[in-house]
T-cell receptor, first 116, second 113 residues
Framework: AQSVTQLDSQVPVFEEAPVELRCNYSSSVSVYLFWYVQYPNQGLQLLLKYLSGSTLVKGINGFEAEFNKSQTSFHLRKPSVHISDTAEYFCAVSDLSGGSNYKLTFGKGTLLTVNP | DGGITQSPKYLFRKEGQNVTLSCEQNLNHDAMYWYRQDPGQGLRLIYYSQIVNDFQKGDIAEGYSVSREKKESFPLTVTSAQKNPTAFYLC????????????FGDGTRLSIL
């Protein structure tokens, strides 16, 4: 079975500082990986996805993530954060073991708080 | 604009009462999903449907029921058998295929009176 671990439940940073949100996954087969962002009392919005090809994936709002197969990681980064980036971030994995009935497994989330 | 509409945004349930949460999508997606979100728990899958008139249990299906009579609609009923229903419920949809990202509605917050 697949699983996702987000190593930090909360990450406080100052505005314009760089940030990295860590995500590790476990799966016995090839995976697809996603990062989502959730603002208070809203649904989830896709930030970026890794399907295949280049291991460095660029997403919306200046975020990027790097897929590392040997370390089974998919960490999210942004070189300079803004107050508006304050939100909860979820890493998710989808693997091919379920055949046609695939499922997304989500991590428990990382609350990013950007302080002025 | 295409999207997913969940209603109502806030819902209150009395003890022993069934309630139904609505989810409608106009994205022409084949697959639809229901998740439950609790603080610090991430999202947990309740039910999902890959095609009309077919659905499967997720990880926490007990106390919930669904139907998929139309492609665009996937209502969730929280029954009285669900002993701890207070949570934020999210509906999602996607095209078929494991590499397709899911699109989410804005959620329904259910509380017990």
């Amino acid at each position: 079975a697949q699983s996702v671990t987000q190593l930090d439940s909360q990450v406080p940073v100052f505005e314009e500082a760089p940030v990295e949100l860590r995500c590790n996954y476990s799966s016995s087969v090839s995976v697809y990986l996603f990062w989502y962002v959730q603002y208070p009392n809203q649904g989830l919005q896709l930030l970026l996805k890794y399907l295949s090809g280049s291991t460095l994936v660029k997403g919306i709002n200046g975020f990027e993530a790097e897929f590392n197969k040997s370390q089974t990681s998919f960490h999210l980064r942004k070189p300079s954060v803004h107050i508006s980036d304050t939100a909860e971030y979820f890493c998710a994995v989808s693997d091919l073991s379920g055949g046609s009935n695939y499922k997304l497994t989500f991590g428990k989330g990382t609350l990013l708080t950007v302080n002025p | 604009d295409g999207g997913i509409t969940q209603s109502p945004k806030y819902l209150f349930r009395k003890e022993g009462q069934n309630v139904t949460l609505s989810c409608e999508q106009n994205l022409n997606h084949d697959a639809m999903y229901w998740y439950r979100q609790d603080p610090g728990q991430g999202l947990r899958l309740i039910y999902y449907s890959q095609i009309v008139n077919d659905f499967q249990k997720g990880d926490i299906a007990e106390g919930y029921s669904v139907s998929r009579e139309k492609k665009e609609s996937f209502p969730l009923t929280v029954t009285s058998a669900q002993k701890n229903p207070t949570a934020f419920y999210l509906c999602a949809s996607s095209p078929s295929g494991g590499n397709q990202p899911q699109h989410f509605g804005d959620g329904t917050r259910l509380s017990i009176l």
